[in-house]
């Protein structure tokens, strides 16, 4: 009997606890540094950013972290997602290997973000918070945190990366909607974006100056805080629950899988997948080859340096050992907004040096034929980060083909691509153009990052 083309959980099978793989790892990650003292970062130095319970989270060697009931009755929106067997995908590949995915596309944001925008919002509904800041680059975190903060009732300011917020008219639509404050940035709300919209009008912005605008505006005053919507161990955390449901999706059809490919920005969605399968294969219940895909143009894994460095442009938060190209790089405005940013997730990091994973980089044109492919025969349009996932599910595919190996790939559709209709216009205009990253743009971020004495 062939697998079922959508393999489905009961609302009552939904996943009640996280997991924390910092818990199971052969030797725990590097400590954040205090950007002043280079000493550890202690839960006081992220006080003015984050509520207590995410700070608990953030240092936490907990292996499991029970989900708050408030927060389960809002994943119930749209969890427990779908997971798919790519019948359709297969045959257009002629493969004998069996493709899965677990769409995310399914929240009300279109992509896995709102897994922990709500329970963010939540535990600083919990603390008093009236309103939280953010960056968005895409626009996906953005829309995610003001969905949550209207779930909750918190006011919602974000600063959007000015080149997306001119390219991206609707998601700013879409975070008005849920009543977000939506700034281009550079902004001339905060000093730091004055400075830089003095040295250029047009100043095209990144996360990284973003992430500073959003986080000089939090600290200044008690009752607003900061969120982020990827690299920290907290958001890899609430991400699992993907992973979780992964699992016992495939429990039902009685498969595991033999490779795992998950597009990598700052490693959340990725990580989201990955850990929980991660567990299995250190426990010995599997032993799938767990692979990170990136752009071309924003090789953070791939080309970086793992060191210290600080997560925002301005030097503002805490010190993360992560694969980095310099917090001051700005990458090539690929159409993949949401895998331009210069770090990886510290967790993602420590596990690749681990060589618990491994780690490629994808140009773009390859990426929007597999969604072309993608499209055609599943019929969802992806969002375009995750056809770096797709076009790496594809290569897979196309290897097992030549080698008639029927072997079992899983990966994640992130996100849908219903607002970034105009990257898919430009492909097939035939204008896109795969942008690669130069020695000298690499190098030059590379000197201003922090030398830490060991
Ligand atoms: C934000 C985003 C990403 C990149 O972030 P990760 O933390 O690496 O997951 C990827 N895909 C989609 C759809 C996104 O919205």
Known sequence: MSTPTKINLDESEIPTRWYNVVADLPEPPPPPLHPGTHQPATGDDFAALFPKALIEQEMSAERYIDIPGDVLDVYRLWRPSPLFRAHRLEKLLDTPARIYYKYEGVSPAGSHKPNTAVPQVWYNAQEGIRKLTTETGAGQWGSSLAFACAQFGLECEIWQVAASYRAKPYRRTMMEIWGGQVHPSPSDVTDYG????????????????????????????????????????HVLLHQTIIGEEALLQLAKVDETPDILVGCTGGGSNFGGLAFPFLREKLAGNMNPTIRCVEPAACPTLTQGEYRYDFGDTAGLTPLMKMHTLGASFIPEPIHAGGLRYHGMAPLVSHIYELDLVEAISIPQTECFKGALQFARSEGIVPAPEPTHAIAAAIREALACKQSGEERVILTALCGHGHLDLASYATF???????????????????????????
Do not use: F
């Open 428 to 454: 097939l205009a035939g204008e896109m153009q795969d942008l690669e990253l130069s020695e000298t743009t690499l190098r030059e971020a590379m000197q201003n990052v922090p030398i830490i004495e060991s």
């Open 194 to 233: 004055k400075q830089l919209l003095a040295q250029d009008p047009d100043h095209p912005g990144s996360l990284g100056i973003a992430i500073s605008e959003a986080v000089a505006e939090a600290v200044e005053d008690p009752t607003i805080r900061y969120a982020l919507g990827s690299v920290l161990n």
